[in-house]
């Protein structure tokens, strides 16, 4: 079993009992952007992810930190999630977790997530064309699109949606020629 599926079976029954918790309590999209929050902060902190992931680091001061960070920016049923996480020494899995619980209020809420890694960045005209498109092709009502930039593909782009991935470009397509180049 790999690594990932292990940290997938972990996190999962947190980010399910976050969003059970979250639905008694009424407050789903609330829990998401504070989630969101958190995620933006982390994922701006390189410093911030090796400290929670420090398991040398005393539970009390990863505490305090947490706190000292969050505090009054996030819902303290959230907060104490967090700190929930950190007395079970599973808060280096936060990320994760963040992301299962927004794929499960997003399948709650029927909406499909599209990743899409371009070249450049795409203009609000282009991300709507896009969208409306994959509507059209999902028979979805519900669409989030996932924008990454990535220079690496010279020029076009690649679309993914579940398992299913559209490769259209520059990058995608030499390798095809190449394919066909040696295979001759």
Excluded: C, H, W
Excluded at 11 to 20: G, H, N, Q, R, V
Excluded at 91 to 104: F, G, Q, R, S, V
Aim: glycine share 4%; proline share 2%.
């Amino acid at each position: 079993m790999s690594s990932n599926n292990i940290i997938d079976k972990i996190s999962i029954p947190y980010a399910e009992a976050l969003l059970s918790l979250a639905k008694d309590n009424n407050f789903i999209s609330e829990a998401e952007q504070n989630l969101l929050f958190i995620s933006t902060t982390l994922s701006n902190s390189r410093d911030l992810q090796l400290f929670l992931a420090n398991p040398l680091i005393n539970v009390l001061v990863k505490k305090k930190v947490i706190t000292n960070l969050f505090k009054g920016d996030i819902n303290n049923f959230i907060l104490n999630f967090l700190l929930v996480l950190i007395d079970r020494r599973r808060i280096p899995l936060l990320l994760t977790i963040i992301n299962k619980y927004l794929e499960l209020t997003y399948k709650l809420n029927a909406i499909i997530i599209v990743e899409l890694f371009t070249s450049i960045e795409f203009s609000k005209t282009q991300q709507e064309v896009l969208i409306d498109t994959i509507k059209d092709i999902t028979n979805s009502r519900n669409v989030k699109l996932v924008m990454t930039v990535d220079s690496s593909l010279i020029g076009g782009f690649i679309i993914k949606i579940g398992s299913k991935v559209i490769d259209a470009s520059l990058a995608g397509k030499l390798r095809k020629i190449s394919f066909y180049l040696n295979g001759s």
